[in-house]
């Protein structure tokens, strides 16, 4: 959604120091306002916008969204972590279906400031595939200078 609204202009409306910003110019301030809030509305499904309907600008949108599924407490951040470092690919499992399912609790924790390191995250896929996939791991692994 952040990336819809960078890309329509309009992120300032859920940014409270551009705001404050705009405070000055009431017209772009309201339209920008309206574009967002629009634009948020329309990209949530029913069950959604049942939650948030009361919400009448696009920051109070955006915060009550954040509220409702950017849970920042330890117990998110440890579940996360822990579904993280214990996944593994069984032989059955699709490669690509394993990459989603890793970039997807990457991707969570990063948004609740969790950030993993591109080499720990490359250690953590290798050493989770399947014992099929032993020779290239080890290659991998031990065949370059950096990961």
Known sequence: ???FLVHQGILKAID???LAALEEDKKNIKEVQNKAHSAILLSLGDEVLREVSSEETALGLWEKLALIYLKKSLANKLHLKKKLYTMRMDETKDLKK???????II???SNICVKIEDEDQGILLLSRLPKSSEHFVDTTLYGKEYL
């Open 1 to 3: 959604m952040k990336a």
């Open 16 to 18: 409270r120091e551009e």
């Open 98 to 104: 394993h990459l989603d399912e890793f970039n997807k």
């Open 107 to 109: 991707l969570d924790l």
